[in-house]
């Protein structure tokens, strides 16, 4: 199968102020890769992510979707993406419903249609019978819940996560990781950000790690492997970031707690 | 950390608390912490003015219930019998009193976020539902404190100091009674119903009392003159039931010296009750005050927007009142989010009920002031009074900023990833939206009196003033950056408010002042009103002239960020 490209990043860079955040990244993603997007905090992962979404535009550099400069049409790729932000600020008064349908009016799908999709989805979560419930009175994993459903509901092309399973009870995080495998072979392309190594290393079959807004890595699991000669990609992590202190400084932290 | 006053005062009645089994010495730490980070925070109301940072916003509030407090005080010099003076100054104390502890300490009473930090360390559940309870109450009983003392001075001279002993001493009383009932009351709601429903009744008593303190400053001056009745009171068994029957009687009964016997029930009610509620709150309540606190996390269906009909035909006014798609979700979403945000309703809901209220007021004070009823009221007919509608524009139009505003503004993130091809059917649906269902049922409501007392023959000029209303409306958002539907926080009012106020004022002074002309030179206003209409449509076709993305209408991009 001929690889087809749907991201390609050129030259990106960013800064707040005079703080460099992004120093000239350049990406090429392919359908139905499941990317884990890494990095320390800081490194510029959450500000790649928004300048893929529009909702930061002052950036220099050329970022194409689906072929097509974001700054040309700033619209029409986005009926084809989905996101989860990290920390999601949401018009929380509102009902589930409520939230869900509108999310799914604006990216053009019939009423009719999403009544049933919605009650449908929420159920597969169990958490159908808070379908009529304020989302402000929802648990911290059922807003989640929510938000991935509110991602996903137009059957978008290209997704991203930042780390989507945060407050997701067990069986919960199953299902959700079942979902990504079976997105991906649809040729989904997912970019996936999280903190939590393990997950990343299962789910993912390419790496990004990002470090003080350079790609510092970029490849398989097996191919960091073989970069950095370590066992986990935790261990890939804390090398190529360049941290190595970490049972130093747990040690001190432990031996204060006892007065020593 | 500095130790408070009030904590050493507080000292002096360690003994109480210990008691009622409760640890003093980490319920003072509490208060300590919770003192210290109230002198911290800055209310949201000065947060835009960096250089009055450092003053205590408590103490600002406090001068202006001591001028309330001045006005309260003069009741002490009309000549009545000294049972009716306290019935009303102690009503008004509760009232505010009241308003002020639902409106601004409920949420201090029903924190649980304090109790997720608190609980896991060994602190028990009735030592930090005391600290919380004496936390209200010290500000309570300085608030009351303060509103009462120009009537505690003027008292004491006028009656003697016992006069101001007895006060001095229900006024804690009544502090206490407030804050148990306040308290006992949310426990009861929170036992039968859900959280929801708590923070949904607790809204609609804030914007009712706000109204109603509306009102009276509207009528104070009215109110002399509605109490110069003749006055001989009766006992009737109901009065055992009012508050302030107790704490009025035992000035009759110890002061003036009636020694009816029902005085002296009364006066044992006064103090019999606050305790009853005090042991009740310790004893029955407190034990499970937190328990039910947790109901305000769980979730629960709203029943409001249950109905899958009622949304049905809300889709169908929706696409009835708008040219695609778009709009109308908007306009929906509109709704949803106006019906749904307490917050957004605390401020609009009390500004419309004033539009309402204001004319009518106008009209009440002409009916008052001069001669008899019937000959005001010819007056009234004969003349053009129904131009009072442009108080209530005037008033409703501060409306429209607020459309802008969300306790969610952060939100708004999800404009930006939705694929929208152009703002200006965000703006059109929620305009219409917001003017359809909120500002002309109200402008509609506002117009039935005048109706009453003109007859149809003004139906026209009403039509005017309506237009004028939504072009006004149309002119402040167009002139006010036109910032996207709830995309800003509540401070983004404070910042226009002034200079639009003051432009409002002049367009509804030029519009009225033709408007009068017309009326008063019996001239027609078909030509004035189809003219108005006009500059209407033009307004709103060239407001949504070009096409914008949300890329693209950079004023609303810096808004977003």
Redesign the interface.
Known sequence: MEKEMVVSIKDLEMSYGTKKVLKGINLEIYKGEIIGYIGPNGAGKSTTVKILLGIINEYKGEVRIFGEDITKDSVTYKNRIGYVPETAEIFDNLTAYEYLSFIGEVYGLDLEDLEGKIKKLMGLFSIEEALHGRISSFSKGMKQKVLIIASLIHNPDILFFDEPLSGLDANSVMIFKEILAALAKQGKTIFYSSHIMEVVEKISNRIILLNNGDIVADGTFDDLKKMSMEGSLQDIFNELTGFKKYKEIADEFVSTLQGV | MKDFRTLKILDLFKFIFLKFGVDYPIMRKILQIKLTMDERRVPTVLMSNNDMKDENAFNKSLLMYLLMGFVFMLFIFIPFPIFYKMNIIIAMILFLATSVMVADYSSVLLDIKEKNILLPKPIDYKTLNTARIIHVFIYLFTIILTIATPTLVAGSFRFGFFFGGIFLVQLLFIASLIIFLTSLLYFLILYFFN??RLKDIINYFQIGLSVVMIVIYQLVGQIFQVFNLNVVYEVKWWNYFIPTTWFAAPYSYLIEGRKEIHYLYFTILSIIVPVIMLVLYFKVVSPYFEGVLQKL??????KN??S?KAKKRQ?KIASFFTTN??ES?FF??TH??VA???TLKLKLYPSLAFATILPLLFIFRFLTVSGSFSESYEILRSGNYFLYLYFAVIMMSNAIPLLST???H??V??Y??????DINSIYKGSLKGYLLKYILPVYCFVTIPFILIYGVKIIFDILIVAIVLVLLMLIIFHYSDRPLP?SQDFQYIKHNNISILFQTMMFCGVTAGIHWLLVSSNFTRIPYGILLCIALIIFWKRMFASKI???QGNKA?NI?K
């Open positions: 959280g929801e996390h769980s979730n629960s269906e709203d927007s249950h899958i889709q798609k778009m979700i929906r979403f949803n989010m749904s945000e307490r969300s306790e969610k952060r939100a993130w999800l930006k990833i939705l694929p929208i091809e709830f993305t949300i890329e991009e977003i």
